[in-house]
């Protein structure tokens, strides 16, 4: 039966289709190509998906209920939906706040509308956020946390999505499980987070920003680790009407983000030249996943420590780069 994956061609959604295909699922991919970071990188990962077998993609906006409800009539034995799309970046939501409303909102509700009119489905799994929890100071972070102090757009965005995921799990016993992300990192990542952005400042030798004197703690997960997660839940429905689930997925360990910097230096070679600024009113201090809940369910075991997980994303890096550096001096 075929899983309609929405996000196919951003960071997670691209590795999660990959994982997906290799077990032998069919997948109809969904995906916009938005120009928030570069569309040359989801191009990329998108050809990788295109050759293989299973794969079927239609570029289309989540938010266009028309264009979704059509590629959904054109693959009615959906049984499963993994949904991934969204307009990411905390800071952006300051610059383009009705890109968040459409895609995060309605694009969200588009899901859940298709969601409920298909005949045959056995799980939506929804993509949240560690933003959710705001101006929380109590850690690790729990699901049973407070989560009415976003300190975004971007994360009430995401609560807003929990919220409607809960009502249509009331009306409608839709069977769903929503995965709070915590600071997902690895090769084929997002260029607007800080360990890619560093790392293209730091070869170029550019100075970077370094907020809070790099004072400030994230819950760095790899990629890999995220992936077994999303599969792990996707493969364990809720009961037959049971409410929704919330899940936090992360690494279990809080980081400073100087131990980042330090750890891109040592794998490229190069100091940093640093910036230091004031921390942004949108970001948090510290973010800290309790797992305990994903991994009584799925068994859920996060293996790659940041010393582990960076050079794996710096071999990927340092590739990217040079086929861009060789593509530039064959245009000049």
Request: aromatic fraction near 10%.
């Amino acid at each position: 039966m075929t899983i309609l994956l929405t996000g196919a061609a951003g960071f997670i959604g691209y590795h999660v289709a990959e994982a997906l295909l290799g077990r032998g699922e069919p997948v109809l991919g969904v995906d916009d190509l938005n120009p928030y970071y570069d569309v040359r990188l989801k191009e990329a990962r998108l050809a990788r998906l295109l050759g293989r077998t299973g794969f079927t993609f239609r570029r289309l906006d989540i938010a266009d209920r028309a264009a979704m409800a059509a590629a959904a009539a054109e693959h009615p034995g959906i049984s499963r939906i993994i949904h991934l799309a969204a307009q990411a970046g905390v800071r952006h939501s300051l610059a383009d706040p009705y890109a968040y409303v459409s895609a995060n909102v309605m694009g969200h509700l588009v899901v859940l509308e298709i969601a409920r009119h298909l005949t045959r489905l056995e799980h939506l799994v929804y993509a949240s956020s560690s933003s959710v929890y705001g101006a929380n100071e109590k850690l690790p972070f729990a699901e049973s946390d407070r989560v009415d102090r976003p300190t975004s757009l971007y994360a009430a965005t995401k609560r807003a999505d929990e919220l409607m995921s809960a009502a249509y799990g009331h009306l409608f016993g839709l069977p769903q499980t929503g995965l709070r992300f915590f600071t997902v990192y690895g090769p084929w990542g997002r260029p607007d987070m800080a360990y890619f952005a560093f790392a293209e400042a730091i070869s170029a030798g550019a100075p970077i920003t370094v907020y809070g004197d790099g004072r400030l703690k994230r819950d760095f997960t790899y990629i890999d680790d995220i992936v077994a997660g999303v599969l792990g839940c996707l493969d364990r429905p809720p009961p037959a009407g049971a409410p929704p689930r919330l899940f936090n997925i992360g690494n279990h360990r809080s980081e400073d983000v100087a131990r980042l910097i330090a750890l891109l230096e040592a794998g490229l070679g190069r100091r940093a030249i640093i910036h230091a600024a004031p921390a942004p009113r949108a970001d948090v201090a510290e973010t800290f996943a309790a797992i305990e809940a994903i991994t009584a369910l799925t068994g859920y075991a996060p293996k790659t420590p940041l010393e582990a997980g960076i050079p794996r994303f710096l071999a990927w890096f340092q590739d990217w780069r040079a086929g861009h550096e060789k593509n530039r001096t064959k245009g000049s």
